[in-house]
């Protein structure tokens, strides 16, 4: 069973529009993650979180921008979509020390018209 | 610089064959390695890992890897495929740097299973 709650599982919207998706996990985990996911390559990482009041930009350059006012929350939010952002996005988890394994929500598959 | 090498895109075995799905790793210091399985239209979840101890790791649904230092290597096997284990299966290596617990996947192998 998911811990970890994306949404939504699936947006096809427009040009210049402005998005959140939505991650949440009920685990009380300090670390979270945005990993961005396209066919054929490996997972990127755009996002991550240490904690509350905590974000830092992953190893791939992202127009998104990310927050963590909760620990169990953290949305990813592009201020104006362009077709260049479709892709899978993926939301996950750790506790405790470095090295612990990541929990995984399901994704979103966003698609910009 | 730590890096993945999953080889095989794409592995296809008849039911009840052996699964062998390879992995390679280059990294200046003894990673955290793990086994990551993705079902269509979901999330990754963790088949096994391993940090130190034991080599011959044992994961959940029958999978294990062994971690070879001398190869650089954590190919994951399991000896009778099931239809069930038709997925896309993804290497990781996970390193301290700067504080931040990096983790690099690789591009993943999908293995298809024969009836």
């Known amino acids: 069973e998911a811990d970890i709650y994306q949404t939504p599982r699936y947006l096809v919207i427009g040009t210049g529009k402005k998005i959140t998706l939505e991650c949440s996990q009920t685990m009380g985990h300090d670390k979270m993650y945005w990993y961005q996911q396209d066919p054929g390559m490996e997972l990127h990482l755009i996002h991550y979180?240490?904690?509350?009041?905590?974000?830092e930009k992953g190893d791939l350059s992202s127009e998104s921008t990310v927050s963590r006012i909760r620990t169990e929350h953290f949305p990813l939010t592009l201020e104006s979509a362009r077709p260049s952002h479709t892709s899978q996005y993926l939301c996950a988890s750790s506790e405790g020390a470095w090295g612990r394994p990541q929990h995984f929500g399901d994704g979103t598959r966003l698609s910009i018209l | 610089a730590q890096s993945v090498t999953q080889l095989g895109s794409h592995v296809s075995v008849s039911e009840g064959a052996l699964v062998l799905l390879r992995c390679n790793y280059s990294?200046?210091?003894?990673?955290?390695l793990f086994w990551y399985v993705q079902y269509p239209n979901q999330g990754l979840q963790l088949l096994l890992k391993y940090t130190t101890g034991a080599t011959l790791v044992k994961g959940i649904n029958g999978f294990e890897a062994e971690f070879k230092k001398s190869e650089t290597s954590f190919h994951l096997t399991k000896p009778s495929a099931h239809m069930s284990d038709a997925a896309e299966y993804f290497c990781a290596v996970s390193l301290n740097s700067g504080g931040y617990q990096k983790v690099t996947f690789g591009t993943g192998t999908k293995l298809q299973v024969i009836p």
């Open positions: 990294s200046s210091v003894p990673p955290y």
């Open positions: 979180s240490y904690g509350v009041n905590s974000t």
